[in-house]
């Protein structure tokens, strides 16, 4: 992929950043909001707060997930960064790659936990999970890596990277 | 990621650098857990796995986070 114009990388660049820091502060709501649905004494409170993570998660995280996704990949790719010659930019491609796939398989835990939510059946000891509080802890500690790589972008080139700067070398 | 620089060579050219395999090391263990876990638990990811789960009974917890 040709590098992108300066213009347009300061576009997908501020694009990449607004979505990443997004999806963070978004997991951040989420184990406050787990925390408030485990620690209430209010049985309403607890049913709400798992009935909302379902469609929040859908309208929020997932978006913001893949947003992250598609935007890293647009600006490594275009720019001399690249998408696998850095090792921090690998790095972070798996980090979000990895995060969007187990939150996507989580989404049936959000379903499930709602399903119990909604149940006027099931006694509030049933509801509570700390499930949540696992996963978006977690979460944190992965996207908060991937910031760090951000910020400190840590040497280190590919053995892909490697190669193509000795193939690009000129015969002397 | 505004002015990247082109390259910076590892140096020796040998491999990865020591921070990539202690990250590798560290990915690897954490995954070898989870699979581990998941195993012990009966496989699979399943919604029903974690719905109603209960790691720490919630009396603990009661006694010792603040009331909302």
């Known amino acids: 992929m040709a590098n992108l114009t300066p213009r347009l990388r300061k576009l997908a660049l501020t694009a990449h950043v607004t979505s990443s820091v997004g999806w963070l502060g978004a997991v951040v709501v989420f184990l406050a909001l787990a925390v408030v649905a485990v620690t209430s004494d209010d049985p309403e409170t607890v049913r709400g707060a798992y009935l909302v993570m379902e469609p929040s998660a859908w309208l929020v995280l997932v978006p913001l997930a893949f947003a992250t996704l598609l935007t890293g990949v647009i600006v490594s790719l275009g720019t001399p960064w690249g998408l696998v010659r850095h090792y921090w930019v690998l790095a972070k491609l798996l980090i979000s790659a990895f995060s969007t796939v187990v939150l996507l398989m989580y989404m049936g835990t959000f379903r499930a936990m709602a399903d119990v939510a909604a149940d006027p059946g099931a006694d509030v000891a049933a509801v509570r999970s700390l499930s949540p509080i696992l996963h978006a802890g977690a979460a944190l500690v992965v996207l908060l890596a991937a910031v760090v790589l951000s910020v400190h972008k840590p040497r280190g080139t590919t053995r892909y990277a490697r190669r193509r700067s000795v193939q690009r070398r000129p015969v002397p | ?68």
């Open chain 2, 1 to 68: 990621m505004d002015s990247p620089p082109p390259y910076r060579n590892t140096g020796d050219g040998s491999g990865p650098p020591r921070w990539v395999k202690v990250c590798g090391v560290a990915a690897l263990v954490v995954v070898a857990l989870l699979v581990v876990l998941l195993l012990a638990g009966g496989g699979g990811h399943s919604p029903g796995r974690h719905a109603g789960a209960q790691v720490v009974p919630y009396g603990v917890l009661a006694a010792t986070l603040p009331r909302w």
